[in-house]
């Protein structure tokens, strides 16, 4: 009886460890408004987190290593600009720490903000985690370089226009790593459940998957008006050591985020 509790016991671990270790981590880059017309204010507020966007949960989050905006090719450096925040979603009881900064819109385009976060260590899945996350917002109706690439370690390249979409729209893009489109790659999407008004009947709801095709290209239909997440995940070709000087693997994330809106 001794012998099968404590095989009960391990078993019950290993499921519990499991579970944590399947809640899908997302680096969270999201504006104030994806479109700025000619009546909006040209001042925007961005907000940098790492999170759970669905199930309600914010992580500590460092200082990013880098932070910037890609308007009509030329790449803007705005790491000096990111302030502390602290905050807690619904579900949470203590605050974590994220960024913020405001940037003033000066000319028509499309804007990329880009951000590179350090390496995030995590336990459960005993490897580090760099999501480099994207955003594109248009201003004053200049549609151009949205589908531009950025040149970060592992990135997904937009095929649908990011903004201006509806409910049901399908976003399409193709994942890359080192410039190059990654075949079969897995897609997580998230929907961000701001207020925690969702709640999923079951585990895979949370996280919707998918897979690229051959040439690294996915789609999905986002089905409720919100910002979404999509998330395709690779390995690095290289590690980073722990401090007891124990080289570890690390888990790129080429992040995206839009918005959909209800058609009125």
């Known amino acids: 009886m001794k012998k099968t509790g404590v095989m009960v016991l391990i078993m019950v671990c ?34 940098i987190k ?12 460092e200082k990013p290593k880098e932070f910037g905006v890609v308007i009509g090719g030329v790449n803007v450096d705005l790491l000096g600009t990111l302030k502390e925040e602290k905050g807690r979603w ?5 605050d974590f720490t994220y960024w913020q900064t405001t940037y003033k819109i000066k000319r028509p385009g499309d804007y990329t903000f880009y951000v590179e976060p350090k390496p995030y260590w995590e336990s459960a899945e005993d490897c580090y985690i760099i999501h480099y996350t994207k955003v594109c917002l248009n201003a004053l109706g200049l549609e151009e370089g949205w589908d ?11 095929l649908t226009r990011p903004y201006g979409l509806w ?13 190059k489109p990654v075949p079969y790659a897995e897609v997580e999407v998230e929907y961000y ?28 239909a986002m089905p409720k008006a919100g910002w979404w997440a999509f998330a395709a995940l690779n390995e690095a070709s290289w590690t ?22 209800d058609m009125k």
């Open 14 to 47: 290993l499921v519990v460890g499991w579970v944590v270790s399947a809640s899908a981590h997302f680096g969270a880059l999201i504006p104030s408004d994806d479109i700025l017309t000619q009546e909006d204010s040209k001042t925007i507020t961005l907000e």
């Open 50 to 61: 790492f999170l759970h966007p669905m199930e309600g949960d914010y992580m500590e989050m």
């Open 90 to 94: 619904v579900n949470q009881t203590k």
């Open 148 to 158: 531009d690439e950025i040149g970060l370690e592992t990135e997904i390249v937009p």
């Open 167 to 179: 409910t049901g729209n399908l976003f399409t893009g193709v994942v890359k790593v080192k410039g």
């Open 193 to 220: 459940n701001k207020d925690g008004t969702i709640k999923p009947p079951a585990d895979p709801y949370v996280t919707q998957v998918v897979k690229a095709d051959k040439n690294g290209v996915f789609s999905y």
């Open 240 to 261: 980073i050591k722990r401090p007891n000087g124990e080289d570890k693997p690390v888990e790129i994330g080429a992040v995206y985020w839009v918005r959909t809106r």
